[in-house]
């Protein structure tokens, strides 16, 4: 008898129907065989299925059976069609009894027990069973909440491949989960790191707080010890919250790297991303047999923080100056073409020189000219040019370090920076960008105007620094940004000038 049930393959962050057909009492010895392009993971679903149906109590077919997961073109990859090929031969078999297979979108791992284990892509399954028309999806307990996400779809959570049996049959009623919210982000923890922890460096707190208002990428330039790394792992507590649209699109990318199956993302907040510098192209990039997310992905609509710039690799490096102009990365293995969005804000630090002491007042740099020369020619001028704010951050003297006068909190310093994003989303309204480090060409010449003696003045900085083109425009948007944070309509001339101050430190060092 043949029985046939929707599944999904997970193609990057989007799913894919995949027919499970399920045809037994063919004539042969009796053995199962497994069809479709599968890779191991699914090539072992037939062991794992028929243990969990053996120790569920139910009967394993006699003859010879044959599974296929149809389109036969399509790769499939991972243990997510263990339960509809459970219940793919309980209907084969006349043991289970339904009109509504055909009705549920079903993907879950099963244990040798028969107990359902979470899966990657839940949330990517449920708006596939949506656009379907699909009554409802079927999945694991531990991934169901995900997709509860979605508009449109009913979830039902199952523990075991009994329950998912005895549901579908009618001896039991499962209620579907009621659809989670994310308007709502949670309270932060009493310890979680605050701004108001770090003492001096107004400066780099400034250009911080530029960054994060526009959007800006952010080089951090200092002597070891100098504060960059606890500045970065601060910025998170001073960006707005994302909204229901972009947590899902960063839920999508998280759950299609499995990062959901463990709890290691936060509901409601946004991505923090610091690989090791020994990180290969492909795991900052993304890839695989099947092109998965790498580090930039799921930065985004967050941070992605590069500590040590120049001890990365430089093709590395290299991989980074598509992304951060077009917020999205194109990944082509030989399964197939994958688009991965990445729209993050690339925060990075580094020292002056390989000892770091370049310029310090307390301590002597040891550093040839040749080797200062080598160190900073790891980061490509390519690459600068795409980073809007160069800033130092000096040294932090111990009288600083000893003083009791309260900074500014994160939360202050995020009411500012929210201040200026409702600016800029009313201004971009009805278009894709969300932020000024995003304007194309045309809304740079829109918003961005200068009177006759500030473009004289961009002229001369541009002439005298040799800024590229590229560099020009990005003066102009942090100039928006500073302008917002302002509260001004126009751009004036301290705006500029601070704007055209965060563009002079690299040229500085580096030529």
């Known amino acids: 008898m043949l029985a046939t049930l929707t599944s999904a393959s997970l193609q990057g962050i989007f ?31 037939k062991d794992r299925v028929t243990s969990a149906l053996g120790n569920s109590g139910f009967k394993m077919p006699r003859l010879r059976t044959t599974i296929n997961l149809a389109p036969g073109n399509l790769r499939k990859e991972g243990p997510m069609y263990d339960l509809p090929i459970a219940l793919g031969i309980l209907a084969a078999t006349e043991q289970l009894i339904s009109q509504a297979l055909g009705d549920y979108l079903i993907a879950g791992e099963l244990s040798l027990s028969g107990a359902t284990r979470p899966v990657r892509g839940a949330l990517a399954f449920a ?28 979830v039902f959570a199952v523990d075991s491949l009994d329950r998912a049996f005895r549901f579908l049959t009618g001896e039991i009623a499962l209620t579907p989960l009621p659809r989670t919210s994310t308007s709502t982000a949670p309270a932060a923890s009493p310890t979680e790191a605050d701004f108001s922890e770090i003492k001096g460096q107004a400066s780099l707190r400034r250009a911080v707080e530029v960054a994060v208002s526009g959007g800006h990428n952010l080089l951090m330039i200092g002597s070891p010890g100098g504060g960059k790394s606890m500045v970065a792992k601060r910025i ?10 972009e947590f899902l699109e960063i839920l999508s990318i998280h759950s299609a790297a499995g990062r959901t199956l ?5 509901w409601a907040s946004r991505p923090f991303r610091a690989p090791h510098h020994t990180v290969s192209d492909v795991a900052l990039l993304g890839g695989g047999t099947i092109p998965g997310p790498g580090e930039i992905s799921l930065a985004h609509h967050g941070v992605l923080f590069l500590d040590e710039l120049p001890e990365f690799k430089r093709s590395a490096l290299e991989v980074l100056r598509q992304p951060l102009e077009d917020a999205s990365v194109s990944v082509s293995r030989s399964a197939g073409k994958v688009t991965f969005p990445c729209n993050f804000m690339l925060v990075a630090a580094m020292n002056p020189c390989p000892c770091g002491y370049l310029g310090d007042k307390a301590r002597e740099c040891r550093c040839t000219p040749a080797q200062i020369q080598r160190y900073r020619a790891k980061v490509s001028g390519p690459l600068l040019d795409r980073i809007d704010i160069h800033v130092e951050a000096p040294p932090v003297s111990v009288t600083e370090l000893r003083g009791t006068e309260p900074t500014e909190s994160s939360a202050a310093i995020r009411t500012r920076i929210e201040h200026s994003r409702s600016l800029q989303q009313a201004r971009f309204c009805g278009s894709t960008v969300l932020t000024n480090a995003r304007m194309s060409h045309r809304q740079i010449r829109e918003h961005c105007v200068l009177d006759a003696k500030l473009g004289d003045l961009l002229q001369q900085a541009m002439e005298r620094l040799r800024l590229s083109a590229r560099a020009y425009d990005r003066i102009l948007k942090v100039a928006r940004t500073i302008a917002d944070l302002a509260s001004t309509d126009r751009i004036q001339a301290p705006h500029l000038l601070e704007a055209i101050q965060y563009r002079s430190l690299d040229r500085n060092l580096f030529y």
């Open 15 to 45: 799913a894919e129907p995949v027919q499970v057909e399920v045809n037994t009492g063919e004539a042969g010895l009796p053995d199962i065989v497994l069809v479709g392009l599968p890779d191991t993971g699914v090539k072992e679903s």
């Open 127 to 154: 708006r596939l069973a949506r656009d379907l028309g699909k009554r409802a999806i079927l999945l694991p307990a531990a991934s169901a909440p995900e997709a509860a996400l979605v508009d449109g779809i009913e």
């Open 236 to 245: 998170p507590t001073i960006m707005p919250p994302p909204s229901s649209n």
């Open 262 to 266: 463990n709890g290691e993302i936060h």
